[in-house]
DNA sequence: ATAAGCCCTTACGTTACGTCAATGTCAAGG
DNA sequence: CCTTGACATTGACGTAACGTAAGGGCTTAT
């Protein structure tokens, strides 16, 4: 099909002033220019723009999505992969917004008051991003490994012994966490505890301890809800707490 | 608490810059200036701050946030339940760009192609936010339709044997719900046993399952009364029960 | 007392378009 | 055939929401 740029604009739910402009910077060509000087777009350019309007809908500038899709090793199906996960996380962190508005309206209403961190969580989209790229993979395998641990730590190479060592850990992780949150400083002497048992904890499991991923890891606590949900179901609270005393820890 | 710029923008995630220019344009004014200059700003302009990222997060132009705001008839708690509301569609919106990422993907390796106008689902936020209303509506319609859909599923081409296991799996679902609320927890094995049901169920007149499309049904289950109300007719709580047992299974 | 890390104001730069303005093109109807 | 109205073109200027740099004070720790 060919299109102008009314009939690409509206199809694409841009403005023609945007088309032109893409023009302009190079970004999106339009496949020929008529005798009369219109725009016309051809099935290769309708391509394009769609991914164009995928990386622009991700926060990426123009300049960049140009230099992208122009890379020689720009391969369309491992971008479009990337978009699912960079679209997966970015409803992560609407969720992360929507509790936030839940847990406000409560305060609101008379429940539980928010502390000032908590009310602004899921705002922190730079962040995220920027500890998803440099930890994310790692906390992803981490997390992937975590389900596969839990039901045949034996494959691992854990004892038995081990892996009822670690439970046992763990179950004081979160007994202890219990009964600081809204009570100790997460940088106090029993914050701190909690951390060091918490870097015990994570030693079974992982090759090689760093206090960066350490951190890191603290950061996915309260980033990433499956974390939160997780340490929260015993007392609301307990996920920000022990990131706290983990960022206090590893500084 | 008070704080200083750097403070704050740390804790909500924002810059320096940021706050000062919100100063210079009136939208957050710091509690009080100290001797030296500094601006300090006091738990009212934490709040404040809040409001201001919700409207922000939703594409709101600064000068109307400011105007809201500031208006004499402001109310917090609406303005609340509209971002949850508007929270809400954004995610609805992910969702059609997720369902189209996945689509474009499985064109490219070799699967149905796509029309040029299903290329851009999901990109036109405008029109989404203006039909907004009438999207509602049209899902409730579709509800109505459900309802009609399911009591005479044969013009649906199901035959009279999967409709018996259809209705056996819907009393099964609510058995089981009756059961589960208040003892089990929802993402537990029962919790996702239920939801793994509540799919198979789906399955018989949705044409084709996706995960974000059965979450999205979930969010329905509390956010219309209707459903909440057809769930929650055997046992209170259930659709709430229902619903975080289909997002944890969904994730 | 010197460095590090904040804070201030002023001011110019940037991105991704929106919005005129002045003008040419094209299909349809009276 | 002519007009009309919706489209198209190229400038050119405007804008929102900051980023960034320059030049200079304040506070605290070593």
Chains 1, 2 share one sequence.
């Not at 609101?108 to 962040?127: H, V």
């Not at 994310?136 to 039901?151: H, L, M, N, P, W």
């Not at 100790?184 to 914050?191: L, Q, S, Y």
């Not at 996920?239 to 206090?248: C, E, K, N, P, Y």
């Amino acid at each position: 099909m060919e299109y102008t740029v009314k009939q690409l604009g509206d199809l694409a739910g841009v403005s023609g002033r945007t088309l032109r402009y893409y023009d302009q910077i190079g970004l999106l060509k339009p496949h020929m220019v008529n005798e009369s000087g219109y725009r016309i777009y051809g099935p290769k350019e309708v391509d394009r723009l769609q991914q164009i309007l995928f990386y622009r809908e991700l926060g990426v500038d123009l300049s960049t999505i140009k230099e992208l899709l122009d890379s020689p090793d720009f391969n369309e199906q491992d971008a479009l992969r990337e978009h699912h996960r960079h679209l997966l996380a970015k409803r992560r962190q609407l969720d992360l917004l929507l509790q936030n508005v839940e847990q406000t309206l409560s305060a609101l209403e008379g429940g539980k008051p928010m502390s000032d961190q908590e009310k602004f969580i899921g705002f922190k989209e730079k962040l995220i991003k920027e500890n998803e790229e440099k930890y994310g993979q790692e906390v992803r395998e981490k997390y992937g490994d975590d389900a596969v641990d839990a039901s045949n730590a034996k494959l691992m190479g854990l004892t038995e012994d081990k892996y009822a060592e670690m439970q046992k850990l763990a179950e004081e992780i979160i007994a202890s966490l219990v009964k600081a949150v809204g009570k100790e400083r997460p940088e106090g002497p029993e914050g701190q505890r909690i951390a060091e048992l918490h870097r015990k904890w994570l030693s079974f499991t992982w090759p090689n301890y760093s206090k960066a991923a350490h951190a890191g890891l603290a950061e996915m606590y309260v980033a990433d809800e499956r974390f939160t949900a997780y340490y929260d179901q015993h007392k609301k609270g307990a996920a920000q707490f022990l990131r706290d005393a983990i960022t206090a820890y590893a500084k």
